[in-house]
């Protein structure tokens, strides 16, 4: 079972950046769909970014613009890179994965991904 693990969360003022990283060993470069959901206070898990295994993006509404999905295959990391954050940004960020070519439809999300890490906080004050 592979081990995700994410770093580089913390707390910001409004229009501050952050940028979150995800060890994930062996799966950026197997055929995997890796993502990166969040859940705000009494929010369900919403997803934010994916990246297929050939490099295809989807953002959510809510982040395009502003944040940046991205993958070394080298050192097997995930990382995301948050700008011009706000207090809706607020919530517990989750890098997940599972196999594939392609990234699962939203409808099947989140139980689509059996790979996920432990959270970590990301917090913006106004």
């Known amino acids: 079972q592979a081990q995700l693990v994410e770093s580089g969360g913390g707390s910001v003022q409004t229009g501050g950046s952050l940028s979150l990283s995800c060890a994930a060993p062996?799966?950026?470069?197997?055929?995997?769909?890796m993502a990166w959901f969040r859940q705000g206070p009494g929010k369900g898990r919403e997803g934010v970014a994916t990246?297929?295994?050939?490099?295809?993006?989807w953002y959510a509404d809510a982040v395009r613009g502003r944040f940046t999905i991205s993958k070394d295959n080298a050192n097997n990391t995930l990382a995301l890179e948050m700008n011009s954050l706000n207090p809706e940004d607020t919530a517990i960020y989750y890098c997940?994965?599972?196999?594939?070519?392609?990234?699962?439809?939203?409808?099947?999300?989140?139980?689509?991904?059996?790979?996920w890490g432990q959270g970590t906080q990301v917090t913006v004050s106004s």
């Open positions: 990246i297929t295994y050939d490099g295809k993006l």
């Open positions: 997940a994965a599972h196999p594939g070519t392609g990234c699962r439809r939203t409808e099947y999300w989140p139980q689509s991904f059996g790979y």
């Open positions: 062996g799966l950026t470069r197997e055929e995997h769909c």
